[in-house]
């Protein structure tokens, strides 16, 4: 079974800051690969799927990158409404540990 | 536009069964893997099963294989989770998923 590691578990930033979440495979997902992002008592919101197309209305600070094993999501001058929990997903299977992103 | 509801949750005690649905709409039903993740509180995302569109192929996370049957009736656009031996650690919000879609969930509660 396909393990999804993120890294890392909490990140610290302020506004305007650039952040990076990681997260590893424990075998390749080729570019099946989704990001998402979610805020208290809300279900997720997808912002990245196939590792590096941005959703529909999702803002273009947000990009994805990687392939096989290693993805990356960035975060490029943080906004207030970012602060919120950030998950990855093997299409249709495991998640990561999530990365929460707090105000520093 | 693509929606998916779930209903069905409740309290249930520990031992016992429920079925949680999820009504389909906005897009092809008979064409489409779907999925069931959940979240318990204060926890991340579990992904708990997925099943193919026309229902042969059924898969399941490692904590719910062999108490959990995940089907779909295509003709209703419904997708459908049989949660059996139920225990406490199965208390989570319950999402139907499609895609990138996600419902707005249904919680369950196993408690005595």
């Known amino acids: 079974d396909i393990q999804m590691t993120q890294s890392p578990s909490t990140l610290s930033a302020s506004v305007g800051d650039r952040v990076t979440i990681t997260c590893r495979a424990s075998q390749s997902t080729s570019i099946w690969l989704a990001w998402y992002q979610q805020k208290p008592g809300k279900p997720p919101k997808a912002l990245i799927y196939k590792a590096s197309n941005l959703e529909s209305g999702v803002p273009s600070r947000f990009s994805g990158s990687g392939s096989g094993t290693e993805f990356t999501l960035t975060i490029n001058s943080l906004q207030p409404d970012d602060f919120a929990t950030y998950y990855c997903q093997n299409y249709n299977g495991p998640f990561g540990q999530g990365t929460k992103v707090e105000i520093k | ?112």
């Not at chain 2, 997925?50 to 779909?72: A, H, L």
Request: proline share 4%; glycine share 14%.
């Open chain 2, 1 to 112: 536009e693509v929606q998916l509801v779930e209903s069905g949750g409740g309290l249930v005690q520990p031992g016992g069964s429920l079925r949680l649905s999820c009504a389909g709409s906005g897009f092809t039903f008979r064409s489409s893997w779907m999925g069931w993740v959940r979240q318990a509180p204060g926890r991340g995302l579990e992904w708990v099963a997925k099943i193919n569109p026309d229902g042969s192929e059924k898969y399941y996370g490692d904590s719910v294989e062999g108490r959990f049957t995940v089907s779909r009736d295509n003709p209703r656009n419904s997708l459908y989770l049989q949660v059996n031996s139920l225990r406490e650690e199965d208390t989570a919000v319950y999402y139907c998923t499609r895609d990138q879609v996600w419902g707005q969930g249904t919680p369950l509660t196993v408690s005595s």
